[in-house]
């Protein structure tokens, strides 16, 4: 079956411009997790989403950054005004039991940001 | 304190020998633990899960867990060259928390 697949791979922005990346999970995981990795850095988390559960919105950096999750499948993460530190690879995972402490995360490939 | 720290490494190790990752948590009532591999430029890949203290073995990486010392580590047998990567180690309470890895260098 497909895992989770990202788009666009690369981006390339200029600063102060808005940017829209999207995720789609692997069907059938109910979970969606957004993650962010600087150069050389561990993942920082940025968003959870569950089902139809409100979403943990608990690491999101500022209120630039925005995600939604439409018909609990593809979820488009949104980043306003971006800023030269907002460069970095944007990782979406999915899993299929969050309540389970056996659940087990499936990375996409990524999104390489790139604020000029 | 770190929820979950690793050695940013490298580690570096010749070819054939036995690679040992580290990695430590904070929180006692952790309940599965997760290893990932990264390679350069590419998204983490599962490796391995443990739920038990104990080893558990799947081929030639072992992961041992030791919840009392809040301890887990992860071995690599043999290791090649190909093993050569970051891996982090990831901790699930009530929400997954990774490390920030350990470089791994294997030299032929």
């Known amino acids: 079956g497909a895992g989770v697949s990202q788009s666009p791979s690369n981006k390339v922005t200029e600063k102060g411009k808005d940017v829209e990346l999207r995720c789609d999970p692997i069907?059938?995981?109910?979970?969606l997790y957004w993650y962010r990795q600087s150069l050389g850095q561990g993942l920082e988390f940025l968003i959870y989403?569950?089902?139809?559960?409100?979403?943990?919105k608990s690491g999101l950096p500022s209120d630039r950054f925005s995600a939604e999750r439409t018909g609990g499948s593809v979820s488009t993460l949104t980043i306003q005004r971006t800023q030269q530190e907002d460069s970095a690879v944007y990782l979406c995972?999915?899993?299929?039991?969050?309540?389970?402490?056996?659940?087990?995360?499936?990375f996409g490939p990524g999104t390489r940001l790139t604020v000029l | 304190q770190k929820e979950v720290e690793q050695n940013s490494g490298p580690l570096s190790v010749p070819e054939g020998a036995i690679a040992s990752l580290n990695c430590t948590y904070s929180d006692r009532g952790s309940q599965s633990f997760f290893w990932y591999r990264q390679y350069s430029g590419k998204s983490p890949e599962l490796i391995m899960f443990?739920?038990?203290?104990g080893d558990k073995e799947d081929g030639r990486f072992t992961a041992q867990l030791n919840k009392a010392s809040q301890y887990v580590s992860l071995l690599i047998r043999d290791s090649q060259p190909s093993d050569s990567a970051t891996y982090l180690c990831?901790?699930?309470?009530?929400?997954?928390?990774f490390g920030a890895g350990t470089i791994l260098r294997v030299k032929s």
């Open positions: 989403f569950q089902g139809n559960s409100a979403p943990d």
């Open positions: 443990i739920y038990s203290n």
């Open positions: 069907s059938g995981h109910t979970a």
């Open positions: 990831a901790v699930n309470g009530n929400k997954l928390v």
């Open positions: 995972a999915s899993s299929r039991a969050p309540r389970k402490s056996t659940d087990t995360q499936y």
